[in-house]
Structures are given as C-alpha cells and as structure tokens.
C-alpha cells in the first residue's frame, strides 16, 4: 500500500493554502496524501538572500509547529521563513517548495545539511510583471494618476485642464524611443507590446544572444543616449547593483522617463531624485527600491506631481498565485513520483 504523503501548505493571503491544496489534490489524484493548511499573516518583513534567514520569526514559531505537528515530509510556501531551528525541528521534512521566482525565504546550506530538497517557481509572474510595466509606463508618461487625484478630489475641473496644454500634456508611445535594460522573461514580453503600440524599442542585455523584438543595442551608453524612456528588466547582482546612476541618467535624451518595476538596487533613487529636480528627468514610475517599504521621509515623495509611486505590487495578480500554486504542486508531484525536479537548488 502507498505511504500517505504529508504536506504542510503555509499560504499567505496572496498564495492562498486553499490554491496550494488544490493544486495538490489534481496534481496526486492517484496517490494518497493529507495537508495541513497554514496561513501566514501579513506583514512579513522582505526576504533577503542571507544565509541564516532572520527575517519573520514570529511566522518561524507557526511553520516549525504546523510541520513538526503533522510529520510533513512536504513544505509549500510563499513567505515562510525555512531556518536551521525550523529544519532540526522537523526531521521527517524531505522537500520545500517556494512559491516565488527564488528561495529567499530558505537556509539552503542548513536545507543541504539536512538532506532537504528545495525548489521555487520561476517564471509565474512574468506575464503581470511585463502587463504592469507598461502599465506604469503609461502613467508617467501621460500623467493618469495626478489627473486622477484632481478630479478625485473634488477640485475644479479647470485645474485638471491644466493638463491639456502643449507643457503639461504627455508623450505617446507610438514612435517614442524606449530602452529596455534588460531582456529575460519580463523584458521580452514588454518588448512585444511596446512593439505593437508603435514604439521605437531598443535592447540591450549582453547575454541574449536570439532573436530579438525591437534594435539590440550593444552598449548601454548607447541606449541610453538614445532613449526618451528606459525601463529596467535586468538581475539584481553585483555587477547590476546601481547600474543606473548619476552618469547614466545625465546620458538620456533631456526630459526622460525612467520606469523601474524589476528591483530597486538596479536605480540610484538619489541620482533619480537630482535628475528630477534639473528636469534631465521628467517623469519616473517605480514600483520597487533600494529600501522596502519605502522610508517615511524618502525624497521621491517630494516629486508626487511627476513620480508614480506603486509598493511592489507588479508580481501580485490572482493569475500569478495560481500559477504559483500549480508550479509548486507539480514539484511535489514530481518529487512524489521520485522523478527528476524541474526547478531544484539542493
């Protein structure tokens, strides 16, 4: 007879435990299992790559509790910090599987140590990403969320006209230069949009050698002295780390737009915040930063009136958590079947 296998789904209120435990239940319909739901409360403090993860130990309690309690041989989660204290508790856990782009929220030298399987679900929200970096884009450029807010509240019409003079109007997309820094999973499908609006796109990304949509441009000064918008789509490594800065910004054309919904890191907010205040920079749309959640007093509140300001919400669609679930449900299959993981670090 087949051993019952024992999961733990500690969900949040994104990565729903009900989704996980649905993914799982069509994923092994010919094999018996049990989940122990869990869900994690918000807010968790942001992972970070370390290797003994601090970060959420009011949520360590629950997670090594849930597994240890259930004898789970199987972790799914979203947010659930995966510690040294957390593994020594639970001796019968044989895999975690991370529903994200990466394993940040685990100890991979303790998970190797013991003898624990980890996997993460890459690619499930590059599709919204990609939709809501063009969305951001539209927005600086043609000011949708300053209108807004005049209308919204409850100002004259007249002052939202202001908008539609020669000054104040925006830019449209079509024939406009823009510079995509970067060109993985995110930037391919902004690419392929921005294309179909008409505009003139450019790339450059020295590690995509293919068939690209739009001109590949080889340096990035190059780009950047070419572009009305730019974009960022790059990793974040230490090569990357404030990629954008100060020199960089002055190299665009006068009264650009910069779009960051990738990492914060890759952008110099400071040297953003100076090319706001010259007008080298007229518009800048952000979702992500160098300090999460953004800092009460950061500079960038200073420019409202020419910064859309979004706090990290470019992953975070119903399509992506549910996409996250079944990723990570068929690592579980996989992993029951004793059949080769397809997105595995340990």
Not at 208 to 214: A, K, P, R, S, Y
Request: charged share 25%; glycine share 8%.
């Amino acid at each position: 007879m087949t051993e019952t296998l024992r999961v733990v789904a500690a969900g949040d209120h994104f990565v729903l435990p009900s989704l996980i435990t649905a993914a799982i239940a069509e994923e092994l319909r010919e094999r018996p299992f049990t989940v122990r739901e869990l869900e994690l409360g918000w807010p968790l403090r942001p992972f970070g790559p370390v290797a003994e993860v601090e970060e959420a130990e009011d949520a360590e309690d629950e997670v090594a509790d849930a597994l240890r309690d259930s004898g789970a041989q199987v972790l799914v989660t979203q947010m659930g910090p995966v510690t040294e204290r957390v593994l020594a508790a639970c001796p019968e856990l044989r895999l975690v599987v991370v529903c994200r782009g990466g394993p940040v929220n685990v100890n991979l030298d303790a998970a190797k140590t013991h003898a624990v399987r980890v996997c993460f679900a890459p690619g499930r929200n590059a599709a919204a990403t990609a939709e809501f970096t063009v969305g951001m884009m539209l927005a600086a450029l043609r000011r949708i969320p300053q209108a807004h807010e005049l209308l919204a509240g409850r100002r004259s019409w007249a002052d939202g006209a202001a908008y539609y003079t020669y000054e104040r109007s925006g830019s449209e997309l079509e024939d406009l230069p823009v510079g995509l820094v970067g060109y993985g999973a995110v930037g391919s499908r902004v690419a392929r949009v921005l294309c179909a609006f008409g505009a003139r796109v450019m790339v450059h990304d020295p590690y995509v050698h293919g068939e690209i949509h739009g001109l590949r441009v080889g340096a990035l000064d190059e780009l950047l002295r070419r572009s009305q918008v730019i974009t960022l789509h790059a990793r974040l490594t230490a090569e990357t780390r404030g990629l954008i800065g100060a020199r960089e910004l002055a190299l665009l054309r006068p009264g650009a737009v910069v779009v960051n919904v990738a990492r914060g890191p890759l952008l110099d907010e400071d040297a953003l915040c100076d090319a706001l205040e010259s007008g080298q920079v007229s518009a800048a749309a952000l979702d992500t930063y160098a300090r999460e959640p953004l800092p009460a007093g950061a500079r960038l509140f200073g420019f409202a009136d020419r910064v859309v300001l979004t706090p990290h919400l470019g992953g975070a669609s119903r399509a992506v958590a549910e996409k996250a679930a079944r990723i990570a449900a068929a690592e579980v299959g996989r992993w029951a079947r004793r059949e080769p993981l397809a997105h595995s670090l340990t």
